[in-house]
Nanobody, 123 residues
């Protein structure tokens, strides 16, 4: 059974940090790349960060480059998103997802999704 569960969201002040975690089933995790997306109220879901299966390649949206870091621990079936210097515009529900192949920035290439975790940044 495919399972993805995000955690670590919450309320944080602008300029602060937050670390999101995504726990995946072994079957899910062994299939390939992983990614983080987010969706703010009234907006479409957007790509945040992606990572290859080995962790050797990463991709970031321009809006988070230099502030967020994606990483994975294959031994624990975990993916993380370290969020630093957060801003109110980072407020959204954050989702992790699995990708077999294709453009890592395109949500259409992700097959399985978690239910999301809310991140709220206060000014």
């Amino acid at each position: 059974q495919v399972q993805l569960e995000e955690s670590g969201g919450g309320l944080v002040q602008a300029g602060g940090s937050l670390r999101l975690s995504c726990a995946a089933s072994a079957r899910t995790f062994s299939n390939g790349g992983m990614g983080w997306f987010r969706q703010a109220p009234g907006k479409e879901r957007e790509f945040v960060a992606g990572i290859s299966w080995s962790g050797g390649r990463t991709w970031y949206a321009d809006s988070v480059k230099g502030r967020f870091t994606i990483s994975r621990d294959n031994a624990k079936n975990m993916v993380y998103l370290q969020m630093n210097i957060v801003a109110p515009e980072d407020t959204a529900v954050y989702y992790c997802a699995t990708r077999l192949n294709g453009d890592p920035t395109n949500s259409a290439n992700y097959r399985y999704w978690g239910l999301g975790t809310q991140v709220t940044v206060s000014s």
